[in-house]
C-alpha cells in the first residue's frame, strides 16, 4: 500500500505548491531620507558579512555618497571608470543625477530591492538627503572560452558550445538565428540561489499553448536547491517516473538554433551551459549534427545505425540469455558446439553471469568518468580488458557473454544524448529478468511494456512517440528519415500543427 | 484495488506455470540418432552427440544406445546413461533401420511427431542394415559424421537422386492414401564409409523396395522434382572404340513432365499417359561431334527412347512395390472421385497402364562447338 501512499503525497506537494507561489519573503524597505538608517538596514541585512564593502565618498559640492559593492563580484576597473572618476570629474554646478543618469545604472526607491541588485554583483549608490539610490552595473564576469562540449562532438559543422554565463548563451544562439522574432522571456527560481532562467522561442513558429505551460511549470518550482537543469527538467516533465528522458539537454548552440526554428523551446539557466529543449520525441535522441551536413544517405544510414544500435543494446542481453535458457534450437547447427563449449564449464545461471559482467561494466564506466583522464584510460585497459580475459579464462563467464556485453556497451554510447544512453542502460535490466524468467515470451512481454509506455507518453502535452503514434507517414519522411534537404514535403495543415509543436 | 491489481500483475509473472527453463550447459545435444526394431520387438536407439572440448578442431563424439518397448522408453535409457539431459532439439540427421522400416516406420516417428521440441527439419534416411551401426562407427577422416550425412543428403537433393524431405514434410505424404513416400537408402560401403545407396520406396507405412541412384534421379524428375544440378548419364552408342564414347552425360536444364489420366468408366481400368519434356546440356560426350545437326538429333532420339524406357522400368517397378511415389492416388481423388470411391486403390495401384513418352531436347553443348 506504502507504493500507493507515494502517489498520494505527490499529488499533496503538488497542491501545497499551487498555494505557495505568491507572497515574497523581504519585506519592504523604502529609501529613507536618513543615511545612517539605509547603511543599518543594508548591512543587517547581510548579517554584517565582510565582504560588503562601504565608500564614504564626498562630491565637490560637499555632498555625501555611500558607495556599497560586494568585493568578491565587482569588476573594480569597472567601478573606477564609471563612479569614481564620474565622481571627481563632477562640477560644482553639475546635478548628480543627470551624471548617473548616462551611466549604465538604475534608479531605486526602495531599498530591499537594491539587495537583490547587490547580489547580482552591482554597486549600490546611497546619496546623502534624497529618497532614493542607485544601482550601477559594476558586475564582474567570469567567462570561460567558448568550445566544442566534450560530449557532443560534430565532424562538421558549428563548433560553438554553451558556457556558464546566461546571456553568452543567448547570444550564440542569436548569431545562428538573426530574426526578430527570436523572443526571450526571463524568471527568477529558487529562494536562495535566485537562479536566473531564460525561455527562448521563435514567435509564430512555437505553439503559444506549450509556452504557456512551461512558464506555468516554471513558476511552479519552489526550492531551496540548487537550481540545475536538473530540477528544472523535473518540474517540467509530464512523467517523472518514465525511465524516457522528456528532454534534450544539450550544450550545442546549433543543435538549440535548429530546434528553434523548429517550433521548440530551449530553456536556458544561468552557471550552467547545458540547454533543455522541449517538447520533444523520442526519435529525436537519434539525431546529430551530423546527419545534417554529410551527403543525405549517409546521413540516414548512421541515423539508422543509431536506432538499430538501441534496439540491441537494450535486448541484445536479453536475447543471449533466453537463448542458452530457453531456446538453444534457434542456433545454427555450425554454432551450437562453439556455444555449447563457451557455456559448458559455467557456474552461474546466465543471468547472474550477465548481472555480473553488465555491472561490472558500469562500474568501470562509472570510474572511468570521476577519475582524471590519465588514470581514467588506465582503468578501461584493465577493467574492460584485464577484467574480461581473466574472468573467462577463470571460467566464471562464458565467452560469449562478454562479446555480448562489449557489443551492448559499445550500442549503447552510441546515442548521441546522455540522457538517454543512459536510459538504454537501465532499460536493459528488465529485459534482461523477463528473458530469464520466460525466455523470448519475457522480451516481448517486456518490450510491449516499453512501447505502450512510449505510446502514451508526452512531452509538455505533445506526443512522445510521434511521428508513430500517432502514426503520420510526412512526419516520418521529416522526422524520422533524413531526406535531402532540396527536397521539401509540405506537411498538411494537421500536420503543421503537430510540426510546430512536436518532433523532430 | 490498485494493491491487488499489481499484486495479481507480480504473481502474473512470477507463478505462471512451472519455470521450464532448459539452460544450454545443461543439456546433451544429439546432432544424429538411429532408431532399430531389435527381434524381441523391442526399440534400440543410438545417438551420436558430439562432446564439447574447448580448441580443439574436431568434435569428439559419444555414442550412447538404449533400448526400450517404445522410442521415448528407449531415449529414457540413454537419459539413464548420460550425465546431462538428452535433447534432440538439435537433431540433424535421422536414421532408420531396414529391419523398422520393412515393417512400419510411423511407431519410430510418432514421439517426434507430438514432441514439441523435436526437430522438425531433421532429414530422414533409411539404412539397410542396423542403423546403430551407421550411428556408432566411428569414420575414418570423418569426424563429424552427422554433418557428414546430413551434407550428403543434402547434396543429393541438389542432385535430384532424393527428394527434399524432413520429419515434419513426410508426415502428410505418410498420412495420404493417395500417394507414398520415398526416402534416401543408405548403405555402408566395402571400406566401411557410407554412401547414397539409392532410394527406399515405400508402401504406405512399409518399405517395399528400392531404386539405384540413377533410376531414382529420373523418378524425381518424373515427380517434378529437379534440383539445381542433376546429371544423367546414358548410353548412346555401342560400337564405339573406346567405352567412354559410347556415353552421354547430360545436365537437365528444364523438366516438365505432365501426367494425363483416363479412367475407362466400362472396365474401371486407369490409364495414365505420362509426357516429359526435358531440355538438357550436353555436358560430356567424348564422342565429340556436337557440331553436326545430325548429331544432335540424332542424340535427341536416343536419349528419348532411353529415358522413355528407363520411366517405363522405374513405373513397373513401383507397380512391383506397391508404391504411389507420383502420386497418381491423390490425382484420382481429386479429378475422378467416384472412381475412386468405388475401387480400394492400394489393390488397383499395381493394375493401371502406364504409358510414357519422353522428349529430350539438347539446347547447350557445353563451351566446345
Redesign the interface.
Given at each position: 500500500?506504502s507504493?500507493?501512499n507515494i502517489f498520494n503525497k505527490n499529488n499533496k506537494r503538488k497542491e501545497q505548491n499551487q498555494q505557495m507561489i505568491e507572497p515574497p519573503d523581504i519585506p519592504t524597505f523604502p529609501v529613507s531620507i536618513n543615511m545612517e538608517e539605509n547603511r543599518k538596514y543594508i548591512k543587517e541585512t547581510f548579517h554584517y558579512t565582510e565582504d560588503l564593502i562601504e565608500k564614504k565618498l564626498t562630491t565637490q559640492s560637499g555632498k555625501t555618497l555611500y558607495l556599497i559593492y560586494f568585493d568578491s563580484s565587482t569588476d573594480k576597473k569597472k567601478l573606477e571608470s564609471s563612479v569614481f572618476n564620474r565622481i571627481y570629474e563632477l562640477k560644482k554646478d553639475q546635478s548628480l543625477d543627470r551624471a548617473f543618469e548616462e551611466l549604465d545604472s538604475v534608479k531605486l526607491f526602495v531599498l530591499s530591492d537594491g539587495i537583490d541588485e547587490l547580489l547580482a554583483g552591482k554597486s549600490l549608490l546611497l546619496i546623502q538627503d534624497t529618497g532614493y539610490c542607485y544601482a550601477v552595473g559594476t558586475t564582474e564576469l567570469i567567462q570561460r572560452e567558448i568550445s566544442e562540449p566534450e560530449n557532443e562532438k560534430v565532424i562538421r559543422g558549428n563548433h560553438d558550445g554553451f558556457i556558464e554565463h546566461l546571456s553568452t548563451n543567448i547570444q550564440l544562439v542569436r548569431e545562428i538565428i538573426n530574426h526578430p522574432s527570436l523572443v526571450v522571456r526571463y524568471n527568477t527560481i529558487g529562494e536562495v540561489t535566485k537562479t536566473k532562467t531564460a525561455i527562448l522561442y521563435m514567435e509564430g513558429r512555437c505553439d503559444p499553448q506549450v509556452i504557456e505551460e512551461v512558464q506555468r511549470r516554471l513558476s511552479k518550482i519552489k526550492v531551496d536547491k540548487m537550481i540545475t537543469p536538473g530540477i528544472i527538467e523535473e518540474y517540467l516533465e509530464d512523467n517523472i517516473y518514465s525511465m524516457f528522458p522528456q528532454f534534450i539537454s544539450t550544450e550545442r548552440a546549433d543543435r538549440s538554433a535548429i530546434n528553434l526554428i523548429d517550433g521548440r523551446i530551449i530553456v536556458l539557466v544561468d552557471g550552467d551551459p547545458t540547454a533543455l529543449l522541449l517538447p520533444i520525441t523520442f526519435f529525436s535522441f537519434f539525431q546529430s549534427g551530423d546527419d545534417y551536413n554529410t551527403r543525405w544517405l549517409a546521413g540516414n544510414f548512421y541515423r539508422m545505425i543509431r536506432v538499430i544500435s538501441f534496439l540491441l543494446a537494450v535486448t541484445l542481453p536479453g536475447v543471449y540469455i533466453s537463448?542458452?535458457?530457453?531456446h538453444?534450437?534457434i542456433?545454427p547447427?555450425g554454432m551450437?558446439?562453439v556455444?555449447?563449449?563457451?557455456?559448458?564449464?559455467?557456474p552461474y545461471?546466465?543471468l547472474l553471469e550477465a548481472f555480473f559482467m553488465e555491472l561490472t561494466l558500469e562500474l568501470i564506466r562509472e570510474a572511468g568518468i570521476r577519475l582524471p583522464a590519465p588514470i581514467g584510460q588506465t582503468i578501461g585497459i584493465v577493467g574492460g580488458l584485464v577484467i574480461g580475459d581473466a574472468v573467462v579464462n577463470a571460467g566464471f563467464v562464458s565467452s560469449i557473454m562478454i562479446i555480448v556485453v562489449a557489443l551492448t556497451a559499445i550500442a549503447s554510447f552510441v546515442v548521441p544524448i546522455h540522457e538517454m544512453s543512459v536510459a538504454i542502460r537501465i532499460l536493459r535490466f528488465p529485459v534482461m529478468i523477463?528473458a530469464?524468467?520466460?525466455?523470448f515470451v519475457g522480451i516481448v512481454f517486456c518490450l510491449t511494456i516499453y512501447l505502450i509506455h512510449l505510446c502514451k507518453l508526452t512531452s509538455i502535452g505533445q506526443p512522445y512517440f510521434y511521428p508513430f503514434a500517432p502514426f503520420s507517414f510526412k512526419g516520418l519522411l521529416n522526422r524520422f528519415i533524413r531526406i535531402p534537404h532540396t527536397i521539401e514535403i509540405k506537411d498538411s495543415e494537421k500536420d503543421n500543427q503537430n510540426k510546430k509543436s512536436s518532433s523532430s | 484495488m490498485k494493491r491487488s491489481v499489481l499484486l495479481s500483475l507480480i504473481l502474473l509473472i512470477i507463478l505462471t506455470g512451472c519455470w521450464d527453463s532448459r539452460l544450454l550447459r545443461d543439456i546433451t545435444i544429439v546432432k544424429s540418432a538411429g532408431i532399430d526394431l531389435l527381434e524381441d520387438g523391442t526399440f534400440q536407439s543410438t545417438v551420436a552427440s558430439p562432446i564439447p572440448d574447448v580448441h580443439e578442431a574436431d568434435e569428439r563424439t559419444q555414442i550412447i544406445t538404449g533400448t526400450g518397448n517404445t522410442i521415448l522408453d528407449a531415449r529414457m535409457s540413454i537419459d539413464n546413461q548420460t550425465a546431462e539431459r538428452v535433447d534432440i532439439a538439435k537433431l540433424h540427421v535421422l536414421i532408420l533401420g531396414e529391419e523398422l522400416v520393412r515393417k512400419r516406420i510411423y511407431p519410430a516417428l510418432d514421439i517426434i511427431f507430438r514432441d514439441p521440441r523435436s526437430s522438425l527439419g531433421s532429414k530422414v534416411a533409411v539404412f539397410d542394415g542396423k542403423a546403430g551401426e551407421l550411428i556408432s562407427r566411428r569414420l575414418e577422416d570423418k569426424p563429424r559424421k552427422s554433418d557428414f550425412l546430413a551434407d550428403l543428403l543434402e547434396t543429393a537433393e541438389n542432385s535430384s537422386i532424393v527428394e527434399t524431405l524432413n520429419v515434419q514434410l513426410i508426415c502428410p505424404i505418410l498420412f495420404d492414401p493417395g500417394e507414398d513416400i520415398v526416402l534416401p537408402y543408405l548403405s555402408m560401403g566395402e571400406d566401411d564409409q557410407p554412401y547414397l545407396k539409392g532410394t527406399a520406396l515405400f508402401n504406405g507405412e512399409t518399405m517395399a523396395g528400392t531404386l539405384d541412384t540413377s533410376d531414382s534421379t529420373m523418378l524425381m524428375l518424373m515427380k517434378g522434382e529437379m534440383g539445381p544440378n542433376v546429371l544423367l548419364t546414358e548410353q548412346v552408342y555401342d560400337n564405339q572404340d573406346m567405352d567412354v564414347q559410347n556415353y552421354v552425360t547430360i545436365k537437365v536444364k528444364e523438366s516438365v513432365p505432365t501426367l494425363d489420366l483416363e479412367v475407362k468408366s466400362s472396365s474401371k481400368s486407369v490409364n495414365a499417359k505420362f509426357n516429359h519434356v526435358l531440355k538438357v546440356e550436353v555436358i560430356e560426350f567424348p564422342h565429340d561431334q556436337m557440331q553436326s545437326e545430325e548429331v544432335i538429333v540424332d542424340l535427341n532420339e536416343k536419349l528419348s527412347k532411353q529415358l522413355t524406357n528407363k520411366a517405363e522400368t522405374i513405373f513397373s517397378k513401383l507397380q512391383e512395390t506397391n508404391c504411389d511415389a507420383l502420386g497418381i492416388g491423390r490425382k484420382l481423388f481429386g479429378f475422378h472421385h467416384p472412381y475412386w470411391e468405388e475401387v480400394n486403390w492400394q489393390d488397383e495401384y499395381p493394375n493401371i497402364t502406364f504409358t510414357s513418352d519422353v522428349n529430350v531436347e539438347i539446347i547447350h553443348h557445353g563451351i566446345i562447338n
Open positions: 500500500m507504493l500507493f537463448v542458452i535458457t530457453f538453444y534450437e542456433i547447427f551450437t558446439f556455444i555449447k563449449d563457451a557455456v559448458e564449464h559455467i545461471p546466465p523477463m530469464a524468467l520466460l525466455g | -
